[in-house]
């Protein structure tokens, strides 16, 4: 959904498109927007420095003594010429004369331009690598600018940016220096006028932020490091401002306008259960997240909530629990699950706990064909089936709910936006409650960026009883104890999970791989004393739902796969997982593989197996393993670890677009952004305030330019 604040503004600078600015044309603007997305003055502004070249400092010739060093020099051109070298190749040669002594100064290429530009006798400010042979001091192609130049510069820098880049850019004249000189014109026929601000003048004055004006010159142009820490903590607070308060914004309005099914009833259902089907007494963080549900269920208001814990907290309960909300008011739930493994598991498991009850669960995956498919759409069409448990098919157009109350989806960042949006969509009276469930553990700095716009549960308390993994960390020179302690737990009824990265082998990464794994694991366990079952995703649907089946019946001791059982294969009797190659893994990827044991009674154990040769992270990645299991902790040390990532289908429109801000660096700017957005929200959601106006007019000129999926979980 597009919300578009309708307000009136004069064209200015910013404005203006970057084929009319000089030193630009037509033909370099269609190279700056196809590389660096680059159209009008104000994105050529907001193309931030990577980097900055300090120029505060000169030296003097004679204490220049290391090969290799950068340098700044100021001084005279006492000669320059063009000297012929083998091959009839020529190159400027020029001499630089200051007090202290001499420095060469060598030019292999560009020598019409730099005839034209440099004088003999003229005093130059000169930056570049020293190379030192012989005692004699060299620099090749330095930076070249005129001392008068550089006195006279208005936007004097001591601080020179440095802009990505491209080859193709580079060879236009559109490299860092030339974009220096384009930016400096702008700069300077720039107004404060041009620069409105964006911000309430009470937050800028109580935070002590410079003014956008100020920013952008100091951003670019900075005369000193105090300058340039001023315009960096300004504009990262802008950034992730205006990023929290569009997701609260977007919240408020889906709260307005979006009216949800009013589940005020807990009835016999919900009752019956909780007095007579759990088997287990909930957690005090179930019971906590489950009031959390009813109450925001209870209020007539659309439910958008992620529900997030780690693997066996005990969110499918919770999930099943709200379903019952649901009957109880006379409508039906469902449930969306990544794979077909996923889905049946979650159909056994639920159909378990509601037939006791009397309710009907249905199951529907592109599997379910022929007679079968047109049955369970005829009684889910007609209210007889209660409860529908699926993959993406449930989103297809044949599937129609008599009256759909709630809508679970599980491991949600298997799903893109638009597939949420039609189960979303799938009751045409009422927007259907949804709960999103991910037992991937998502930091509190993540969750408010990436999901800011949802409402966040957290199970952070494991049932009591369980037995806490082991993992340990092993090299490849323990692998015959490691053979010898998989026998031992095979001998005690128990099953191993051994999980590869790679299917085939591949030479490039010298890993061992899944297949020549298997070969290796037949030696030691042969046939017909042990069994194996294998696993990857090349297979066909029906031959992996063969071997997870031979598997989960403990026909096969050892689930020789990939990162295929990463999600969703629940064998309780399954005690080890012995991962390979531990090192081409993510922390959170481990944390999940990890996760696939500990579903039983019995002790359980994860084995990280590696080579000798690791980088410093990988150690740190298989250390954090080793000494904890909490998969918040986890997720925060992947984090700082990996940066944010990708997280494929959930990413909101705008978190790409942080310029200078890091959500894993910047948490503090975060934090006080979070929650001074949250308090304009609170206090005046439509931003009608005339402290806000301005704020109201910015992001009504940025919405035009971006799609909000508020309304979409």
Same mark, same amino acid.
């Given at each position: ?7 009136e ?5 910013? $404005? ?15 190279l700056?927007q =196809?590389e ?9 502004l ?6 900055y ?10 204490? @220049? ?13 006492v000669s320059f010429?063009?000297?012929? %070298?083998?091959?009839?190749r ?23 331009y730099?005839?034209?530009i440099?004088k ?6 000169v930056?570049g ?7 004699k001091? !060299?620099?090749t ?22 802009y990505?880049?491209?080859e ?8 860092s ?20 601000e964006?911000?309430?003048s009470?937050l ?6 410079c ?19 001023? &315009? ?9 401002f205006?990023?929290q308060?569009?997701l ?5 309005n ?9 589940f005020?009833? @807990?009835? =016999? ?5 909780f007095?007579?089907?759990?088997? +287990?007494?909930? !957690?005090g ?12 269920m209870g209020?007539?208001?659309?439910m ?15 999930? +099943?629990?709200?379903?019952?909300? &649901? ?5 039906? &739930? ?8 996923l889905?049946?598991?979650h159909?056994e498991?639920i159909?378990?706990?509601a ?32 409860i529908?448990?699926?993959?993406h098919?449930l989103i297809?157009d ?10 679970i989806?599980d491991e949600?960042?298997?799903?893109? @936006?638009?597939q949420?949006?039609? *189960?979303?969509k799938?009751n045409?009276?009422i ?22 716009d949802?409402?966040?549960s957290?199970?952070d ?8 993994i ?11 104890k ?15 999970y ?10 490039? *990464? $010298? ?6 794994g298997?070969?290796?694991? *037949? %030696?030691f +366990? ?14 066909k649907?029906?031959?992996k739902?063969?071997?997870?089946e ?10 020789v796969a990939?990162?295929?059982i ?13 991962i ?5 893994? %993510?922390l ?6 990890r ?11 994860c ?6 040769k ?7 990645r298989i ?13 925060e &040390?992947d ?23 890091s959500?894993v ?6 934090n ?16 009608a305030h ?9 992001? %009504? ?13």
């Amino acid at each position: 959904m597009l919300y578009i604040y309708s307000v009136e503004t004069k064209p200015n600078i910013l $404005d203006t498109t970057i084929e009319y600015i000089k030193g630009i044309g037509p033909a370099k603007a269609e190279l700056m927007q =196809k590389e660096l997305k680059i159209f009008r003055v104000r994105d050529l502004l907001g193309s931030y420095p990577f980097r900055y070249v300090d120029k505060t400092k000169f030296h003097v010739i004679k204490d @220049v003594t290391t090969d290799g060093d950068t340098v700044q020099l100021r001084g005279q051109l006492v000669s320059f010429e063009k000297i012929k %070298g083998k091959n009839n190749r020529f190159r400027l040669q020029g001499l630089l004369k200051d007090s202290t002594g001499f420095m060469e100064l060598i030019w292999f290429q560009g020598a019409k331009y730099l005839t034209k530009i440099l004088k003999e006798g003229e005093d130059y400010v000169v930056y570049g690598k020293v190379n030192i042979y012989k005692g004699k001091k !060299t620099i090749t192609h330095p930076e070249m600018e005129s001392a008068r130049a550089r006195a006279a510069d208005q936007l004097q820098s001591t601080f020179d940016p440095v802009y990505p880049s491209s080859e193709k850019l580079d060879a236009r004249g559109l490299d860092s220096k030339g974009r220096r000189k384009i930016i400096k014109t702008i700069l300077t026929q720039l107004t404060e006028a041009d620069v409105v601000e964006n911000m309430p003048s009470y937050l800028i004055e109580k935070l002590k932020l410079c003014s956008r004006f100020q920013a952008l010159h100091w951003i670019h142009f900075p005369k000193s490091a105090a300058e340039k820490s001023l &315009a960096i903590n300004r504009l990262k607070f802008e950034e992730l401002f205006f990023l929290q308060l569009r997701l609260l914004l977007g919240k408020e309005n889906r709260k307005k306008k979006l009216k949800g099914a009013v589940f005020d009833t @807990v009835g =016999k259902y919900f009752n019956t259960f909780f007095k007579e089907g759990l088997k +287990f007494e909930l !957690t005090g963080a179930q019971k906590r997240v489950l009031k959390e549900i009813r109450a925001n269920m209870g209020l007539g208001v659309h439910m958008n909530r992620l529900l997030q814990g780690d693997v066996g907290s005990g969110k499918t309960v919770v999930g +099943f629990m709200s379903m019952l909300l &649901a009957k109880d008011n006379g409508y039906q &739930a469902c449930m969306m699950a990544p794979t077909q493994i996923l889905a049946q598991q979650h159909y056994e498991g639920i159909s378990e706990l509601a037939e006791p009850l009397g309710l009907s669960v249905g199951f529907l995956t592109g599997s379910v064909k022929g007679k079968g498919r047109k049955k369970t759409l005829e009684l889910l069409a007609n209210g007889e089936i209660d409860i529908l448990i699926g993959t993406h098919a449930l989103i297809e157009d044949p599937v129609v709910f008599q009256n759909l109350g709630l809508a679970i989806i599980d491991e949600q960042h298997r799903f893109g @936006v638009a597939q949420r949006a039609k *189960l979303w969509k799938k009751n045409k009276d009422i927007a259907p409650h949804v709960l999103v469930m991910t037992a991937t553990p998502i930091p509190r700095t993540l969750a408010m960026t990436v999901y800011g716009d949802l409402d966040v549960s957290v199970i952070d308390e494991m049932p009591p009883g369980r037995k806490s993994i082991q993992t340990m960390h092993k090299y490849e020179s323990a692998r015959p104890k490691v053979i010898n302690f998989m026998r031992a737990e095979i001998d005690k009824g128990r099953q191993i999970y051994i999980v590869y990265p790679l299917i085939e082998e591949s030479a490039k *990464l $010298d890993l061992q791989d899944l297949n020549n794994g298997y070969e290796q694991l *037949l %030696g030691f +366990f042969p046939m017909p004393q042990y069994q194996m079952s294998i696993l990857h995703g090349r297979m066909k649907a029906k031959d992996k739902d063969f071997e997870m089946e031979r598997f989960s019946k403990g026909i096969t001791q050892i689930m020789v796969a990939t990162t295929v059982i990463e999600v969703g294969v629940n064998v309780p009797n399954a005690s080890v997982m012995i991962i390979e190659n531990t090192e081409r893994f %993510g922390l959170s990827q481990l944390h999940q593989l990890r996760g696939r044991v500990g579903r039983g009674a019995e002790q359980s154990y994860c084995l990280l197996m590696t080579g000798n040769k690791l980088s410093k992270e990988s150690r740190e990645r298989i250390a954090t393993m080793v000494r904890t299991t909490n998969g918040f902790e986890i997720a925060e &040390a992947d984090l700082k670890l990996r940066g944010p990532g990708d997280i494929e289908g959930t990413m909101q429109s705008g978190i790409m677009d942080l310029k200078l801000s890091s959500i894993v660096h910047d948490t503090a700017i975060l934090n006080a952004a979070r929650y001074y957005a949250e308090a304009i929200v609170d206090r005046d959601p439509d931003l009608a305030h005339e402290t806000h106006i301005a704020m109201k007019a910015y992001m %009504g000129r940025r919405a035009q330019r971006a799609k909000i999926w508020g309304r979409i979980s």
